[in-house]
């Protein structure tokens, strides 16, 4: 009799303890997150994520801006990816055009303002900070060459700079991108293009990062790289010899933007990432490296950036810029993609 009742205790106890661990693998989620945020401000970001939901994995996948937004829509009909983090707005519009995002409000979407975020009740995309277009210069090489540090687009024609500048290429990178489409809303189409044939003239290489110019031009590769203002501004610091100007025209710019991506099975996870992913924490995180985050912090602005950051923006329509993205694309693919640096 007592080896039966032991017997019998010790089969219930197998069966409570593998139900248990049953229970905790269903508990452990993994969400596949597609991100064009830079490298190294990936695990800083995600700390804080990490600390608050240790059951969830994180699958990253880092890309620039036309890589992510071509990978999306080429999964359209079997997407991958559960969350788009910190990838450019104008992106992301072409991807909600298609049907490919499903409304989520993440908690506290209340607190951003509405040019930072999809209109509807339940926003198809959510800003988290704003980029802008400078130009990277290397005051040593300047010097040594006997250049001027120009100040403007319009200064970036002159024809001391032949094949000095680095730009990204717009069909793969979002930098390029917000570059190009404020070319065209600052002076209009036709003279937009016009002035794109002469700077033509003066640019070395395309890249296909953002960061890339400002990378090269820290290394005395090229003088002037055209990029974005926090990638210099980290390069100085740094101890490179960089100085980063905002065009006296206005600065181009976007937001990195995050998304819920439409799929049959939608985790709950992916909504608890998109919910921190506006957090205080979050947002105090990103003002480390933007002037601009959707929810303001106590941060001071970062040193290096104009002291009121929003005035050097110039008037964005981003579904203009969406709607056009192809047309645009493909007009400067055909024009001037032959000094694009090739594909790694």
């Known amino acids: 009799m007592r080896k039966t009742i032991l017997f019998c205790f010790s089969a219930l106890l197998l069966i409570v303890t593998t139900a248990c661990s049953q229970g905790s693998a269903e508990e452990k989620t993994e969400i596949t997150v597609y991100t064009a945020l830079e490298d190294d401000m990936i695990e800083p970001y995600l700390s804080s994520f990490h600390k608050k939901h240790p059951d969830i994995k994180v699958n990253i996948v880092r890309d620039s801006t036309g890589v992510i937004t071509s990978k999306l829509l080429a999964e359209k009909d079997n997407p991958v990816a559960d969350v788009v983090w910190g990838t450019a707005a104008t992106s992301l519009l072409v991807a909600d055009q298609e049907g490919m995002l499903k409304g989520y409000a993440p908690k506290g979407v209340d607190r951003i303002a509405s040019q930072y975020k999809d209109s509807g009740d339940k926003p198809h995309w959510v800003g988290i900070d704003a980029w802008m277009t400078a130009f990277t210069v290397n005051t040593a090489e300047m010097k040594e060459m006997g250049l001027e540090v120009p100040q403007s687009y319009k200064d970036l024609l002159d024809p001391q700079y032949k094949d000095l500048i680095v730009m990204p290429n717009p069909a793969s990178s979002g930098t390029g991108y917000l570059t190009v489409s404020a070319l065209i809303q600052l002076m209009g189409e036709e003279n937009a293009w016009n002035y794109m044939d002469k700077l033509h003239q003066n640019v070395g290489m395309y ?17 002037i790289g055209v990029s974005f203002g926090y990638r210099g501004i980290t390069q100085a610091e740094k101890g490179q010899p960089i100085k980063t100007i905002f065009p006296e025209e206005g600065s181009g710019w976007d937001l990195e933007a995050n998304a819920l991506v439409k799929k049959e099975n939608i985790k709950p996870a992916a909504k608890k990432f998109l919910d921190w992913a506006i957090s205080d924490k979050a947002m105090k995180a990103y003002s480390e490296n933007f002037a601009i985050t959707t929810v303001p912090t106590d941060k001071p602005v970062p040193e290096g950036f104009p002291e009121n950051p929003t005035d050097q923006l110039i008037e964005n329509d981003f579904n203009w810029a969406a709607e056009n993205r192809s047309t645009i694309l493909d007009k400067w693919t055909k024009k001037y993609d032959g000094k694009s640096a090739p594909k790694e």
Do not use: N, V
């Not at 110019?213 to 590769?221: C, F, I, M």
């Open 207 to 223: 890249t296909h990062s953002g960061s890339k110019p400002a990378k090269l031009a820290g290394q005395g590769e090229y003088p």
